[in-house]
T-cell receptor, first 110, second 113 residues
Framework: GQNIDQPTEMTATEGAIVQINCTYQTSGFNGLFWYQQHAGEAPTFLSYNVLDGLEEKGRFSSFLSRSKGYSYLLLKELQMKDSASYLCARGGDSSYKLIFGSGTRLLVRP | DGGITQSPKYLFRKEGQNVTLSCEQNLNHDAMYWYRQDPGQGLRLIYYSQIVNDFQKGDIAEGYSVSREKKESFPLTVTSAQKNPTAFYLC????????????FGPGTRLTVT
């Protein structure tokens, strides 16, 4: 993705915790989004951060540090159904136009 | 129920033919987008529109065309000039005010042989 970096693949065990990192170019920053995408399906919205700190939503949390150009998605109590790609996206200079990273493919093993 | 529909889910065409992918939304969103996704890749923006009768090129607009005659509809035409059209095409919509999260349609998988 354009100026967005995230790991290509990660593997974790059912019931564990996994953190997926995302770094981005800070100029023109306008919010940070996380999406989940199962194979062959459309992305679905998970979280949005515009201020620094942690946003918690059930088993999923997302963190943002604007000064460092860094975000992470934290998934707790992993389930097999969490096996999917996780896309990091930032709001660009044109506010609502998003720039997506290439995604992190997460494999959850029993 | 509000949402975005794309049809068909799978589309097969011969090389050299133009093909139009439909996208309709009833979320009353002003902005609509077309993305292309190749296997193991992220989303690449083809075109976007923030208002009726206006649209802008994204990062990979060559070989594609769009129209926005109605707020609800944003069809994408894949022309014969697109050198590698086989891909998964996703349509999305959003508001133009924060948090402007994008809602995606189910996608159309286009195969050109």
């Amino acid at each position: 993705g354009q100026n967005i970096d995230q790991p290509t693949e990660m593997t974790a065990t059912e019931g564990a915790i996994v953190q997926i990192n995302c770094t981005y170019q800070t100029s023109g920053f306008n919010g940070l989004f996380w999406y989940q995408q199962h194979a062959g399906e459309a992305p679905t919205f998970l979280s949005y951060n515009v201020l620094d700190g942690l946003e918690e939503k059930g088993r999923f949390s997302s963190f943002l540090s604007r000064s460092k150009g860094y975000s992470y998605l934290l998934l707790k109590e992993l389930q097999m159904k969490d096996s999917a790609s996780y896309l990091c996206a930032r709001g660009g200079d044109s506010s609502y136009k998003l720039i997506f990273g290439s995604g992190t493919r997460l494999l959850v093993r029993p | 129920d509000g949402g975005i529909t794309q049809s068909p889910k799978y589309l097969f065409r011969k090389e050299g033919q133009n093909v139009t992918l439909s996208c309709e939304q009833n979320l009353n969103h002003d902005a609509m987008y077309w993305y292309r996704q190749d296997p193991g890749q992220g989303l690449r923006l083809i075109y976007y529109s923030q208002i009726v009768n206006d649209f802008q090129k994204g990062d990979i607009a060559e070989g594609y065309s769009v129209s926005r005659e109605k707020k609800e509809s944003f069809p994408l035409t894949v022309t014969s000039a697109q050198k590698n059209p086989t891909a998964f095409y996703l349509c999305a919509s959003s508001t133009t005010g924060r948090p402007y999260e994008q809602y995606f349609g189910p996608g159309t998988r286009l195969t050109v042989t």
